[in-house]
């Protein structure tokens, strides 16, 4: 790394998360000194890059710092010899999201950006792309760490192991960094009071607390989550319900906000239905609040990141991001929750697999820390949701239909039957322009007449 600060590079720059993220390395400059910063996004996005990086320079002037921020739409342009890539990129913008979770909702069935039909779609788009950034920055930076955090992360971040044979990568999410600044507080205690242990998958994994002497208090917390009297850290974009307290208690582990798809799926749906039904699915409601964030964005003489970016369910992206950049730069080992290697963290799953567990993030990256056999529930759903990733990401590189209906029947929130594959048929033609790899199917598709029912997305497909 270049001795005057490192060079990053993020794609998708002009993404409405950006100035957390500009924020993040602000506040970390002196543990990391940035060189410069490249955002990165395409012609589609050429407006919102112009008016989010503005705001990214504004925030640098602001600060103590001389950082130059550039901005392309020439992916190549800014790899070269870059330090750290991140990714936070949408394929198919975000009304490739709304046709994600209304198609699947018009026929009753679970609609949700990274869980189930829609967020299997999502992979089928993001793996292709993320794996011609891989082959870039094989070229332009053969040395440079990729910082994913581009959903659904942790097929997307298996998906550069496994096919992009590419070792330097490491998977984000915020929902950990929620749920561990949260849950000390139930407690009466600090974030540096607590130890956290995650093991499972990227929005499926479980969680136990210990307290510094190595007294097991995930019990003590669950009786909080119990009683409903402390904020849980659930991400905007989930509707809070309680989950059974027999089952926490049975676990003993603290299960992720995104487990209620899973363990209260009818509510869930319910829930998904009623907006569905009201014209207001979550990806409409994003692109609302993020047509206001960009509208603050403009302002001239805005130079801080504004409140109302919580409202977009990514709060904390930058402690994620950020705070694993500067560790992997200062060699700190810190504990962090990431996408990587299992190398048996997870016994119940193979060692090649990508797995979301506590992990001393350093120079070398993420070292998996060991959780130990799960208990069998836990131990089934893991091992049904890795096969059912598995099945995706081959689908997304082979466009072999076979194995993307296999993943579909997998998939615990995709009842099986004819519904479910006139959703799948239904969503490969509505993502067309993005799923090359199965364009015979397509073709096949389309001859036959299959056409999405829903109004809404028969709109966005003019």
């Known amino acids: 790394m270049n001795k005057e600060g490192v060079k990053i590079v993020t794609i998708g720059g002009g993404s409405s998360y950006t100035p957390e993220l500009m924020n993040g390395f602000i506040k970390r400059y002196e543990k990391m000194p940035i060189r410069e910063i490249w955002l990165v996004d395409i012609e589609e996005g050429k407006e919102k890059l112009e008016i989010v990086g503005k705001m990214a320079q504004r925030m640098w002037d602001a600060s103590p710092y001389d950082v130059k ?147 097991d208090i995930t019990k003590d917390i669950i009786d909080k989550i119990v009683e409903g009297k402390a904020d849980t850290g659930t991400p905007a974009n989930i509707q809070d319900l309680p989950f059974y307290k027999e089952q926490l208690y049975q676990m003993d582990m603290i299960p992720c906000p995104y487990h209620l798809y899973y363990y209260r799926y009818q509510e869930m749906l319910a829930h998904l239905l009623e907006d569905y039904n009201d014209n207001k699915c979550r990806g409409q409601v994003v692109k609302q609040v993020e047509s206001e964030l960009f509208e603050l964005y403009k302002d001239p003489d805005l130079k801080e990141m504004p409140e109302q970016l919580s409202k977009r369910g990514g709060a904390h992206y930058s402690d994620a991001a950020c705070e694993t950049i500067v560790s992997i730069y200062t060699n700190s080992n810190t504990h962090l929750v990431v996408t990587t290697r299992n190398n048996g963290a997870l016994p119940d799953l193979p060692a090649d697999c990508a797995v979301e567990v506590s992990s001393f993030i350093g120079a070398a990256g993420a070292r998996a820390i060991s959780f130990g056999p799960l208990k069998p529930a836990q131990r089934g ?81 003019k």
């Open 69 to 215: 921020v550039y901005l392309t739409l020439d992916r190549r342009e800014a790899l070269k010899d870059a330090d750290f890539v991140t990714t936070q990129f949408r394929v198919g913008l975000l009304n490739a999201r709304i046709k994600d979770e209304r198609i699947p909702l018009s026929y009753g069935l679970m609609g949700q950006e990274t869980n189930g039909a829609g967020g299997i779609f999502k992979a089928l788009r993001t793996i292709p792309v993320i794996l011609s950034i891989v082959e870039d920055m094989k070229e332009l930076c053969p040395d440079a760490w990729l910082i994913n955090f581009t959903n659904p992360s942790g097929m997307v971040t298996e998906s550069v192991l496994r096919y992009g044979h590419w070792e330097k990568v490491i998977g984000l999410c915020n929902v950990p960094i929620g749920l561990m600044l949260k849950e000390p507080a139930m407690l009466n205690l600090t974030q540096d009071d607590v130890v956290f242990k995650f093991a499972g998958l990227n929005h499926f994994h479980w969680h136990k607390v210990f307290d510094r002497k190595g007294n």
């Open 381 to 461: 759903w893991l091992q049904v949701m890795k096969n059912m990733e598995l099945c995706v990401e081959e689908a997304a590189v082979t466009g072999d239909y076979g194995l993307l209906l296999q993943a579909f029947i997998l998939n615990p929130l995709i009842p099986s039957g004819d519904d479910a594959r006139q959703v799948l048929d239904e969503l490969l033609i509505a993502h067309e322009k993005y799923l090359p790899k199965f364009a015979d199917k397509i073709n096949e598709l389309k001859k036959k007449g299959v056409m999405p029912k829903d109004s809404v997305v028969r709109e966005l497909m």
